[in-house]
């Protein structure tokens, strides 16, 4: 190798949740790591909910400092078309998401990881030594620039810029989400989730508290035009109406919206290639029915420096070799197939029925067990037997799997 490329055993494409972990992880395992990032700061512009369960947190074994937390929350409370609330108990946290991302990948940097910020991977060329496939030469803007690497993960988020450069997986289906921050929201600390249809086409509205009586108030939707103008109608038809929306304290200027895209075509078929493992948004891992994806991507980082480690050791980068990190996030993660079709399941309902169905549920859907659900399934057979036939069971089982355990938040 010439001495104007610079090399290391792991390249991480990407510092959000996912990468600022993966480098973590493979410093932590002693790789010579270097983690890159497109923008001049981590964690900017913002384009998240903020909130992650304190079930996500004990699961990465994860002790959040003081400043990344912006407020402790009691669960998710979902509000059904005609008002009706139904809470999801479990204790977690609204985050400052960028200060969090931040945190992450300075305990990389100093766990040993090199952090190149301003610098964009645009290209990927396998690099062979004697016939066997040996790391990656990659290019792009910034520079360290050419850089050898033995693995690539990529955790570039919805651009999956590594899968797409290699033609490695076809484009997945996203959903638009924006949100405002407002002040002097009232909260009693839930993070309110409202299912409202006529709003959100397949998606939702949230009210996720934060410190100081600031709240994201937001929505994820199918309906990609109307997002923006469907958030402003639902904020001037609710008790949101007339609070002040703030510049957040990451943006300097501009417009007070912010967002992004969130995957929804469920996990790639191909996670892993010769010496690249996807992680997070770019490998498709987001929970179906509230599309929270921090907690995959944290752990799905985990995994792929388990699978690297072991690889490098063994000399083996081969795509076989890194097939275990395929079975590793298969065994841990929840069926996305069958959550898919709870939630498909839920949105052929229309408002009324959905309001019914609600009706049918206890107040505290967290802990329903199995006496719990026949009771609800006798409620509905009384109030709405023809609900039956439109697979409500599914639509209803779509909340238990969003549930912290379950990787929902
Ligand atoms: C509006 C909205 C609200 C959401 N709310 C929540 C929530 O409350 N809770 C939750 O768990 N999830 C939420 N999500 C989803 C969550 O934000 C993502 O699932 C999560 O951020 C995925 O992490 P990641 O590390 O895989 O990708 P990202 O966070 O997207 O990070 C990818 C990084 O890669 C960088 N990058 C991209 N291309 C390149 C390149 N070519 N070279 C170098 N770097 C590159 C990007 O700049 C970025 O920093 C929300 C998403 C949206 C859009």
New binding site residues.
């Given amino acids: 190798m010439d001495d104007t490329v610079t090399s290391c055993d792991v390249l991480v494409?990407?510092?959000?949740?996912?990468?600022?972990n993966a480098a973590l992880q493979c410093a932590r395992l002693g790789l010579n790591t270097i983690l890159?990032?497109?923008?001049h700061e981590?964690?900017t512009p913002v384009?998240?909910?903020?909130?992650?369960s304190d079930v996500a947190c004990q699961n990465l074994g994860l002790t959040l400092p003081e400043h990344v937390i912006s407020k402790e929350v009691k669960g998710i409370r979902v509000i059904f078309p005609d008002g009706t609330e139904k809470c999801l108990s479990e204790h977690g946290y609204v985050l400052e998401?960028h200060l969090f991302?931040q945190w992450i990948a300075e305990s990389a940097v100093s766990e040993g990881a090199k952090l190149s910020l301003g610098?964009?991977?645009?290209g990927m060329e396998k690099v062979y030594l004697e016939g066997k496939f040996s790391g990656w030469r990659c290019e792009?803007k910034g520079e360290e620039f050419p850089i050898f690497t033995k693995v690539v993960i990529d955790?570039?988020?919805?651009?999956s810029?590594c899968s797409r450069l290699l033609n490695l997986n076809p484009r997945g289906k996203v959903v638009?989400?924006?949100?405002y921050e407002l002040e002097g929201v009232p909260t009693d600390g839930y993070l309110d989730f409202y299912i409202w249809p006529s709003y959100a086409e397949k998606g939702y509205l949230?009210m996720?508290p934060k410190c100081d009586g600031r709240a994201n108030i937001?929505l994820?939707t199918e309906d990609k035009p109307r997002t923006k103008k469907a958030l402003d109608e639902f904020i001037e038809n609710t008790h949101f109406k007339g609070l002040n929306q703030n510049l957040p304290a990451w943006k300097k200027k501009g417009n007070p919206a912010?967002?992004?895209?969130?995957p929804i075509s469920g996990p790639h078929e191909n996670t892993h290639s010769d010496g690249l493992l996807l992680?997070?948004?770019?490998?498709g891992?987001?929970?179906p029915l509230f599309?929270?994806?921090?907690?995959?991507?944290l752990k799905s980082?985990v995994f792929a420096a388990q699978t690297a480690a072991e690889a490098i050791s063994d000399n083996d980068l081969s795509a076989k070799k890194l097939s275990k990190y395929a079975s590793l996030w298969k065994d841990e993660f929840p069926p996305y197939d069958k959550i898919l079709k709870g939630k498909n399941a839920l949105f052929d309902l229309t408002d009324e029925e959905m309001s019914i169905m609600a009706r049918c549920l206890p107040d505290e859907m967290s802990e329903m067990g199995i006496s719990g659900k026949a009771m609800v399934g006798v409620r509905l057979l009384f109030k709405s037997p023809s609900l039956y036939a439109k697979n409500i069971i599914r639509a209803m089982l779509a909340f238990g799997y969003s549930r912290a355990k379950y990787y929902g938040?």
Wanted: net charge negative; hydrophobic share 40%; proline share 2%.
């Fill in positions: 494409v990407g510092a959000g949740p996912g990468g600022g890159i990032e497109d923008h981590i964690g384009h998240c909910g903020e909130c992650i998401k991302e610098h964009k991977i645009t792009g955790a570039s988020g919805v651009a810029v638009a989400g924006m949100q949230w996720i937001g994820v912010f967002g992004g895209t969130i992680v997070g948004d770019a490998a891992f987001t929970s599309e929270g994806g921090s907690h995959l991507a980082a938040w």
